[in-house]
């Protein structure tokens, strides 16, 4: 993603799903001087909840939010966090996925492409652009590819026979899927995709940010820990 390349030697970044990023967003995160992950449940450098991040106001300067808010029950509680902990002038990359399946015991929310607008826009963020993650012909090859799995289940639930059969199932329908995703470029709409990339700048102030969603009827937003949690040093 070309436009990734603004992102480079920003001072600190935080990955609230503690995920190590590849290819050119990983690149450019190893060039900050500072990279934190979090998360509630999988191994991170500080485990923590998404509505209440222990970290100081304006903390960092961009944040990386990758498949997240579908997993939390109030995504807006999330979304005022993430600003809160975001620099004035910094920049939010959040992914989010539309067409797929039910992935997770807690799993909550889709969005399209306008709900996003609305919700980035209600915190305080101006998108700069939201991308679609394939069209119709991506999504089909996904879809066909995940028959194996709910056909015969997660590994640990299978016997010797049925891992058999899902092996020769799933190879079975890689060159049909493959085939589909190749015809992905005449899908001109995209409006059947996997999920969308969006990224965001801050637009207003913290504190304008903050107070938006008391002036529409909202509840204030949380205060930040009394004791922000020291911001972990980036393995060398």
Do not use: N
Request: aromatic share 8%.
């Amino acid at each position: 993603m070309a436009s990734l390349a603004r992102f480079h030697r920003l001072a600190s970044v935080l990955d609230p799903a503690a995920r190590r990023l590849r290819h050119e967003i990983g690149r450019i995160a190893r060039e900050h001087r500072r990279y934190v992950t979090a998360d509630l449940f999988a191994a991170a450098d500080v485990r923590c909840d998404a509505t209440i991040l222990p970290f100081p106001s304006r903390a960092f300067d961009l944040v990386l939010c990758t498949e997240v808010l579908e997993h939390v029950p109030d995504p807006d509680a999330t979304m005022r966090e993430i600003r809160r902990v975001i620099a004035d002038r910094g920049t939010l990359i959040l992914t989010t996925p539309l067409t797929w399946g039910v992935h997770a015991v807690h799993d909550y929310h889709r969005w399209t492409e306008s709900g996003l607008l609305r919700l980035l826009a209600r915190h305080g963020f101006h998108v700069d652009q939201v991308r679609t993650r394939g069209g119709v012909f991506v999504a089909l090859a996904a879809l066909l590819l995940i028959i194996p799995w709910q056909v015969f289940g997660e590994a640990r639930e299978r016997q010797w026979w049925q891992t058999a059969l899902y092996a020769v199932g799933y190879t079975l329908l890689v060159v049909p899927a493959l085939a589909l995703a190749a015809l992905d470029p005449l899908d001109r709409r995209k409006h059947f995709t996997l999920g969308y990339v969006s990224l965001a700048r801050c637009a207003v102030p913290l504190r304008a940010a903050a107070a938006a969603p008391a002036l529409a009827g909202s509840r204030s937003p949380p205060s930040p820990p009394a004791s922000p949690a020291p911001l972990p040093e980036s393995p060398r």
